[in-house]
């Protein structure tokens, strides 16, 4: 995957700065989202993807933005929160922001696919030691549950802002609720297979109706401000789907 090499050294219009002041000035050009000689600026036509959109995974400025962007779109909405906002937010000149994204649109998709991907390999990583598929629901559905205590700002914008837009749910759903579905959908098999759960039950279907719990409880949490206890919750959750209601 590509990376952000930092433009240093260059001041406008290419020339090198000598002496004191040199290095202020080179780190702000390229702050500025000013680009080499023979480069385009960010946002014009031709211009690559070695300039902006690169991972910038593990770069402190690069996650700044992120937490930036992610605050200030659940802050305000999605469209009254220009890029300008999300820079002053994380402390950068705007041009920075398209060192590393192509546009506001590819900002969110990051904050989106960053927090999601963190969420994925907690359950991988769990995986590893856990292998009762009883657990492996409940794991699943307590770091779920957990999501809007980590980072509020981040389940605000996937509960409320994020679902304004068709184009972003049509993302998420093709991109994200698929895999967590078939994450799901995985676990049941083997505890279909294993004489656990019934056989005669779709397992996309209790992939669904567990998705479906979880997220409603999240709406609830983010719009009414109530706060469930993640493990506990995700214990009960597992209990309704497994035994139902009944108390016999």
Same mark, same amino acid.
């Given at each position: 995957?590509?990376?952000?090499? $930092?433009?240093?050294?260059?001041?406008?219009?290419?020339?090198?700065?000598?002496?004191?002041?040199?290095?202020?000035?080179?780190?702000?050009?390229?702050?500025?989202?000013? =680009?080499?000689?023979?480069?385009?600026?960010?946002?014009?036509?031709?211009? !690559?993807?070695?300039?902006?959109?690169? *991972?910038?995974?593990?770069?402190?400025?690069?996650?700044?933005?992120?937490?930036?962007?992610?605050?200030?779109?659940?802050?305000?909405?999605?469209?009254?929160? =220009?890029? *300008?906002?999300?820079?002053?937010r994380a402390g950068v000149a705007d041009g920075t922001i398209y060192l590393y994204f192509k546009s506001k649109d590819d900002l969110l998709r990051t904050a989106i696919d960053t927090t999601l991907g963190r969420?994925? $390999?907690?359950?991988?990583?769990?995986?590893? !030691?856990?292998?009762? =598929?009883?657990?492996?629901?409940?794991?699943?559905?307590?770091?779920?549950?957990?999501?809007?205590?980590?980072?509020?700002?981040?389940? %605000?914008?996937?509960?409320?802002?994020?679902?304004?837009?068709?184009?972003?749910?049509?993302?998420?759903?093709?991109?994200?609720?698929?895999?967590?579905?078939?994450?799901?959908?995985? %676990? %049941?098999?083997?505890?279909?297979?294993?004489?656990?759960?019934?056989?005669?039950?779709?397992?996309?279907?209790?992939?669904?109706?567990?998705?479906?719990?979880?997220?409603?409880?999240? *709406?609830?949490?983010?719009?009414?401000?109530?706060?469930?206890? =993640?493990?506990? !919750?995700?214990?009960?959750?597992?209990?309704?789907?497994?035994h139902g209601i009944a108390s016999g």
């Amino acid at each position: 995957m590509l990376r952000l090499t $930092r433009i240093e050294g260059k001041g406008l219009k290419g020339r090198r700065r000598t002496g004191a002041g040199a290095e202020d000035t080179a780190r702000g050009s390229a702050e500025a989202g000013v =680009p080499e000689p023979g480069q385009q600026p960010p946002g014009s036509a031709g211009h !690559t993807a070695s300039f902006h959109g690169t *991972s910038g995974e593990g770069n402190e400025k690069y996650q700044r933005i992120l937490d930036a962007a992610v605050e200030v779109i659940a802050e305000n909405g999605y469209f009254n929160s =220009p890029v *300008s906002a999300i820079a002053a937010r994380a402390g950068v000149a705007d041009g920075t922001i398209y060192l590393y994204f192509k546009s506001k649109d590819d900002l969110l998709r990051t904050a989106i696919d960053t927090t999601l991907g963190r969420f994925y $390999r907690a359950v991988e990583e769990r995986f590893r !030691t856990v292998h009762d =598929p009883r657990e492996q629901l409940q794991y699943i559905a307590q770091v779920h549950l957990e999501s809007s205590a980590v980072n509020r700002s981040m389940a %605000v914008l996937m509960q409320t802002e994020m679902r304004q837009s068709a184009k972003f749910v049509a993302e998420f759903s093709h991109k994200h609720l698929v895999r967590y579905i078939q994450v799901v959908r995985e %676990v %049941v098999r083997r505890g279909q297979q294993s004489g656990l759960f019934r056989q005669d039950i779709s397992d996309g279907v209790v992939a669904h109706c567990m998705f479906g719990a979880i997220d409603e409880l999240l *709406s609830s949490a983010v719009l009414t401000h109530r706060e469930y206890d =993640p493990q506990a !919750t995700a214990a009960q959750v597992l209990d309704v789907l497994l035994h139902g209601i009944a108390s016999g």
